[in-house]
């Protein structure tokens, strides 16, 4: 099994990963140390280091990396059986965010929870168990997708009472994120475009206003819409200001690895949602190129493993991992160059974040079992497709 494993996508994934932690070494050095700081004058660490971020990251990294290795064994089929139960589970998850004791704040959303001293972030893997759950639930509607009473109605349920949650958190990335997915999948599977259409307005008018209830994702759009107003450049705008300041400064070839002058202290979260310009800070505009083309080529790949899965159930769960990861990659890239509004999105592989990378590389592991369990030959038999599907990398 084995051997017919896509090795251009492990190695791209193991490779960012990698890449990841050498950029986490050097960006989160100001942050590590004042942390570390803190820490030492309040008696709970003995001195400061500028190591704190990394070691974290190298720990989640070898949880992640492993768990990607033993899910790669386990048969994608079992997480058909396992898509209710785990996705019931992630929805419970949901709602204990927001209880006292257990939930906790990070920054301005409550997306967190800490349990026995860890802490994970729940949406992280809803965005996996939703695929898992739509994926069996698409499949099982094959011939009533592009209805509207058995098809849409459902649908629309399904991803409201996922994305409620996430909307009341505020999670603005998390959010489109899960839509984007969700309707990626729908439509693939033969949803009708004018429902899809019309849910992605549904779910507009009725998650945006819960999101932006609050101030700070107001003042988010304000400054993404008035980017050229000094008062609000300097206030509002001041995270999204100092990353376009680090693009600027890295130009076509960079400062040189761990030469940046924003990481100390100008750019908020340099390791994390805004790493993506400290990368272009120290490596420049053509280092990046090779960094967002690792990434085309890992969603390519993610596309491809889809249109040669050896059933419907593992083409979609395919096709849901393969776009969450392209997603998030753009909405995070876009971010940090101002073309779209702050969203608190990671930037796959690559950015500090425990529950993130744990995910994503789980969700890699198992594109990797359905690429090794894929017959080309077979797939057009066995996938069982419902009229009027197209998909572009299949050539029909």
Same mark, same amino acid.
């Given at each position: ?15 960012? /990963? $990698? ?277 085309? /080529? ?43 509004? $702050? ?54």
């Amino acid at each position: 099994m084995l051997r017919r494993v896509d090795l251009l996508l492990l190695g791209i994934a193991v490779g960012l /990963t $990698l890449f990841g932690l050498a950029m986490i070494a050097s960006v989160s050095v100001f942050d590590s140390y004042q942390l570390t700081s803190r820490l030492a004058e309040r008696g709970l660490r003995s001195e400061p280091t500028n190591a704190f971020y990394l070691i974290r990251s190298a720990v989640n990294a070898a949880i992640a990396l492993g768990a990607m290795g033993l899910v790669m064994l386990v048969p994608y089929r079992l997480w058909e059986r396992l898509a209710r139960p785990l996705f019931l589970l992630t929805f419970i998850l949901l709602i204990a965010v927001f209880l006292p004791g257990i939930g906790n704040n990070y920054g301005t959303a409550y997306s967190w929870l800490v349990i026995g001293g860890f802490s994970i972030q729940p949406t992280e893997f809803l965005k996996l168990t939703l695929i898992f759950y739509l994926a069996v639930w698409l499949q099982k509607k094959e011939q009533l997708i592009g209805t509207f009473k058995e098809g849409f109605l459902p649908f629309v349920t399904l991803l409201l009472l996922s994305t409620m949650l996430v909307a009341l958190q505020p999670d603005l990335g998390s959010f489109l994120v899960l839509g984007s997915i969700a309707a990626a999948m729908f439509f693939i599977a033969g949803g009708n475009l004018l429902h899809l259409l019309a849910g992605g307005a549904l779910a507009a008018v009725m998650g945006l206003p819960l999101i932006l209830s609050k101030d700070y994702v107001r003042d988010r759009f304000q400054a993404f819409l008035n980017p050229t107003d000094v008062a609000i450049a300097d206030t509002i705008g001041f995270q999204v200001k100092q990353a376009l300041i680090a693009v600027g400064r890295g130009g076509v070839f960079g400062v040189g690895y761990g030469k940046s002058i924003q990481k100390f202290g100008y750019l908020p979260e340099a390791k994390a949602d805004m790493i993506f310009a400290a990368m272009g800070e120290e490596l420049g505009f053509l280092r990046l190129i090779i960094v967002l083309t690792l990434y085309a /080529t890992l969603v390519y790949r993610g596309y491809k493993i889809a249109s040669e899965a050896p059933d419907r159930f593992g083409f979609l769960v395919a096709m849901g991992i393969s776009t969450w990861i392209a997603v998030q990659t753009i909405l995070n890239v876009s971010v940090n160059i101002a073309l779209f509004p $702050l969203t608190g999105l990671t930037l796959p592989f690559i950015s500090y974040g425990g529950s993130s990378l744990l995910a994503l590389l789980i969700g890699v592991g198992i594109l990797l079992n359905i690429s090794a369990q894929s017959h080309s030959a077979a797939a057009e038999l066995r996938r069982g497709r419902s009229g009027g599907f197209w998909f572009p990398l299949t050539g029909r």
